[in-house]
């Protein structure tokens, strides 16, 4: 096991060994972790989907003979970073305390095939709307029973909506799945995660508060995977070089301050929108007349009202229920078939009326006023302190990545005693109106961050008109989501561990035509985003090996992942107009950047042997159809001496640009860029340095060899600007489908 951690934390910045700056250029895998083999897709018997105790995720995120192709596949692509995607549910889907020993050892076994490729990685466990079975992912089946909740019901309750059991499935809404946040299960399942001591006392499970309950097992179930990967002796600090946070986690009902309204800071709503009372009243059984919203041009719009009757049935389970299934003894305080919050005297079941609008809007305790604000500071924070203590009680030197709620204001932790030097904020951010409306609109988008935090006094202002506009407008929300760090957390890197864009942009025509040109403008204004907001890296959201045109990422009508089976692999080189025509040879030199700058020599050289690049292949259909890899398979720093200022890739004209306050490199551990051979072919590459001397050359990962700029250069500012080869549009739009006959898999 190495002593000397990869990577490590040094204020702002991730360092490597040789004291080099390293920026994370990542990738989230996979999303096919989500669900269970054989239990993913939508069209599988409700019956089979509903026992959650009997399903395996051995094999995800792929079969453990499928692990080099993708692994070698994204390193080709540039990534030198993954977020490594499970589930609590993927630990310990038997029961409380029984662990899945098969997919811990098969989990050992990707890791260690990852590590053949030189992947940074960092644990992720993975939530959607707390578990598979409440709309998302994440939690373990056996979680809802224990809370009381009966997931059979949740169709006829609408206490949450899922694909796998709506009455058309293919025709899901897409992010509906969303919505389920704000409904009955997940409220109760997370308020009860975070708060049950304060909000459901009488919630007692095996002696503890349900609070305490779920959460010692979450995290006892985290830091087993943690035991293993440490016992493992090859991996630790050399692969795996942290762990993230809870993901995506949200307060459930705590700070809502009226729950017979529907709280102003709830922006998402699509479908019926129950207020948390309401989902209370039809969780037990009684019908409620609902608003109903659809997505319009410029943000959800209420269009009507429904009745939603569940007949009687009810969302917890029955007085009489069998709880021999489960090893755990319920206190008789805690009464089945009964609202838990009736039963704190939230509203009266007998006569259907409110009795505490404001019950979850004040500390029990303190009185103290609750808003998303203090429940970061208070709940969630608590929470992380837990997990970081059990994850470094087994891993040291784990560099934690603290995830606190999306899009929300971080907690407030500079110079506080959580203000401790090894950790990262996890941000994540998606250009909402693209996501939502599934489409790349060039005309005009919203400032959300500005709107979130009162920028601006009102909606009109947050518009932004043009295509420029909009993408000055996502790195500037980036960028102030980056400052925004810096002022409560502290001085701590910020990575983007999600952020990404949905392909089946346009109703999917692009799958038809083989046109991605919404989809390249998309992707390449979020990674301009990301360029210019100062951050230290991302991992994209998302990889997933099971993506198909038809069902996309096989969950929940999402499709965000850049690679898809039925999409033809990227081409191994970009072929310039004149490439076939020239000569291979040394790169061309540009004058110097500035005038006082000293000469700067370059090459195309590795160990002394004239760099000649890989072989090319010329055929017709080699740019058709491989997903818009334009804009993501892009020109990046890999490690850098000094402290990187900005870097920025121009896709229209094809132009990277750097610069540093640089520190002087010696002979073995240059400055390094990562240059696409797609973009950047040897004999149309042109390199500009405003100082020293650089060279082209190959690394190699295991198989994979990937084009790489090494640059010597002094102390003091210094600049790079390296030029490749433009290309023109162009449709595919042959045999998309037929593709993956010629795919690997």
Same mark, same amino acid.
Request: glycine share 6%; hydrophobic share 35%.
């Given at each position: 096991m190495s002593n000397r951690p990869r990577l490590r934390v040094e204020g702002r910045s991730f360092r490597d060994p040789q004291n080099r700056e390293v920026f994370l250029r990542g990738i989230n895998v996979a999303g096919d972790a989500k669900y269970p083999q054989e239990q993913g897709h939508h069209s599988q018997a409700p019956e089979k989907f509903f026992k959650g105790e009997d399903v395996s995720f051995v094999g995800r995120p792929f079969p453990l003979e499928e692990a080099d192709i993708h692994f070698s596949r994204l390193r080709n692509w540039g990534y030198n970073t993954i977020r490594y995607i499970f589930t609590w549910e993927a630990i310990e889907h038997s029961g409380p305390g029984v662990y899945d020993e098969e997919w811990l050892d098969f989990t050992i076994d990707v890791l260690r095939i990852a590590k053949k490729y030189q992947f940074y990685i960092f644990m992720d466990p993975h939530q959607d709307v707390?578990?598979?079975?409440?709309?998302?992912?994440?939690?373990?089946?056996?979680?809802?029973?224990?809370?009381?909740?009966?997931?059979?019901?949740?169709?006829?309750?609408?206490?949450?909506?899922?694909?796998?059991?709506?009455?058309?499935?293919?025709?899901?809404?897409?992010?509906?799945?969303?919505?389920?946040?704000?409904?009955?299960?997940?409220?109760?399942?997370f308020t009860l995660f975070w708060a049950g001591r304060d909000f459901a006392p009488n919630a007692i499970i095996d002696g503890m508060n349900i609070q305490d309950y779920l959460q010692s097992h979450f995290i006892a179930a985290c830091k087993y995977l943690a035991q293993k990967i440490h016992k493992a002796g090859d991996l630790e600090n050399d692969v795996v070089i942290g762990w993230e946070s809870l993901n995506e986690p949200h307060r459930g009902l705590v700070g809502i301050q009226d729950i017979s309204k529907i709280p102003k800071e709830q922006h998402l709503q699509l479908g019926t929108s129950p207020t948390a009372f309401q989902g209370m009243l039809i969780g037990s059984g009684r019908p409620c007349r609902v608003a109903t919203w659809s997505f319009k041009c410029f943000g959800p719009r209420q269009i009507g009202?429904?009745?939603?009757?569940?007949?009687?049935?009810?969302?917890? $389970?029955?007085? !009489?229920?069998?709880?021999? /299934?489960?090893?755990? @003894?319920?206190?008789? *305080?805690?009464?089945?078939? #009964?609202? =838990?919050?009736?039963?704190?005297?939230?509203?009266?079941?007998?006569?259907?009326?409110?009795?505490?609008?404001?019950?979850?809007?004040?500390?029990?305790?303190?009185?103290?006023?609750?808003?998303?604000?203090?429940?970061?500071?208070?709940?969630?924070?608590?929470?992380?302190?837990?997990?970081?203590?059990?994850?470094?009680?087994?891993?040291?030197?784990?560099?934690?990545?603290?995830?606190?709620?999306?899009?929300?204001?971080?907690?407030?932790?500079?110079?506080?005693?959580?203000?401790?030097?090894?950790?990262?904020?996890?941000?994540?951010?998606?250009?909402?109106?693209?996501?939502?409306?599934?489409?790349?609109?060039?005309?005009?988008?919203?400032?959300?961050?500005?709107?979130?935090?009162?920028?601006?006094?009102?909606?009109?202002?947050? $518009?932004?008109? !043009?295509?420029?506009?909009? /993408?000055?407008?996502? @790195?500037?929300?980036? *960028?102030?989501?980056?400052? #925004?760090? =810096?002022?409560?957390?502290?001085?701590?890197p910020v990575v983007f561990t999600e952020i990404g864009i949905p392909y089946d942009l346009d109703k999917k025509s692009a799958y038809k035509s083989g046109d991605y040109t919404s989809q390249i403008k998309a992707m390449d204004a979020n990674h301009f985003a990301l360029e210019g907001s100062a951050s230290n890296g991302f991992?994209?959201?998302?990889?997933?090996?099971?993506?198909?045109?038809?069902?996309?990422?096989?969950?929940?009508?999402?499709?965000?992942?850049?690679?898809?089976?039925?999409?033809?692999?990227?081409?191994?080189?970009?072929?310039?107009?004149?490439?076939?025509?020239?000569?291979?040879?040394?790169?061309?030199?540009?004058?110097?950047?500035?005038?006082?700058?000293?000469?700067?020599?370059?090459?195309?050289?590795?160990?002394?042997?004239?760099?000649?690049?890989?072989?090319? /292949?010329?055929?017709?259909?080699?740019?058709?159809?491989?997903?818009?890899? #334009?804009?993501?398979?892009?020109?990046?720093?890999?490690?850098?001496?000094?402290?990187?200022?900005?870097?920025?890739?121009?896709?229209?004209?094809?132009?990277?640009?750097?610069?540093?306050?640089?520190?002087?490199?010696?002979?073995?551990?240059?400055?390094?860029?990562?240059?696409?051979?797609?973009?950047?072919?040897?004999?149309?590459?042109?390199?500009?340095?405003?100082?020293?001397?650089?060279?082209?050359?190959?690394?190699?990962y295991e198989k994979v060899k990937l084009q790489c700029l090494r640059w010597w250069h002094t102390e003091g500012w210094v600049e790079i600007k390296v030029k490749g080869v433009k290309f023109k549009a162009r449709k595919s739009g042959i045999d998309c489908f037929e593709s993956r006959k010629r795919q690997n898999l």
């Open positions: 707390w578990s598979r079975l409440s709309g998302g992912s994440g939690a373990p089946t056996w979680t809802l029973y224990a809370a009381g909740l009966n997931p059979r019901s949740f169709k006829a309750t609408q206490a949450s909506l899922l694909q796998h059991t709506c009455d058309n499935p293919a025709d899901f809404p897409k992010m509906l799945w969303c919505t389920n946040y704000t409904r009955l299960a997940c409220q109760t399942m009202d429904e009745l939603i009757d569940p007949n009687s049935e009810s969302v917890w $389970l029955p007085s !009489g229920y069998d709880e021999g /299934r489960y090893p755990w @003894r319920r206190d008789p *305080r805690w009464r089945l078939g #009964e609202c =838990l919050w009736a039963q704190h005297g939230v509203w009266d079941p007998c006569k259907n009326i409110l009795l505490r609008k404001d019950y979850f809007s004040k500390d029990p305790l303190s009185g103290e006023k609750l808003n998303y604000e203090r429940f970061t500071n208070s709940y969630f924070l608590s929470h992380y302190r837990s997990y970081k203590e059990a994850i470094r009680g087994v891993s040291k030197d784990a560099i934690m990545f603290c995830q606190p709620p999306v899009m929300e204001i971080p907690p407030k932790l500079e110079g506080s005693a959580d203000d401790e030097p090894n950790m990262v904020h996890a941000v994540h951010f998606y250009d909402g109106l693209t996501l939502l409306t599934k489409r790349w609109n060039r005309f005009y988008n919203l400032d959300i961050i500005g709107l979130l935090r009162g920028i601006h006094r009102m909606p009109i202002f947050a $518009l932004k008109f !043009g295509e420029t506009s909009i /993408r000055n407008s996502l @790195r500037d929300q980036l *960028r102030f989501l980056r400052e #925004e760090s =810096l002022r409560f957390m502290g001085n701590h991992t994209l959201w998302a990889y997933v090996a099971q993506n198909d045109h038809e069902r996309g990422d096989q969950w929940n009508g999402e499709d965000l992942s850049i690679y898809s089976r039925d999409d033809l692999e990227l081409p191994s080189k970009a072929i310039s107009p004149t490439a076939a025509e020239k000569p291979l040879g040394n790169l061309v030199e540009e004058e110097n950047m500035r005038v006082d700058s000293p000469s700067c020599i370059g090459t195309f050289a590795s160990q002394g042997v004239p760099y000649q690049g890989l072989s090319y /292949r010329n055929t017709s259909f080699q740019r058709r159809g491989h997903r818009a890899a #334009e804009a993501y398979v892009r020109p990046s720093p890999i490690r850098v001496h000094g402290k990187l200022e900005s870097h920025s890739f121009d896709l229209k004209n094809c132009t990277f640009t750097m610069s540093l306050q640089a520190k002087k490199t010696d002979a073995h551990s240059p400055s390094e860029i990562y240059l696409p051979d797609f973009h950047f072919p040897p004999t149309d590459t042109i390199v500009s340095v405003s100082d020293g001397s650089w060279e082209m050359t190959e690394r190699v």
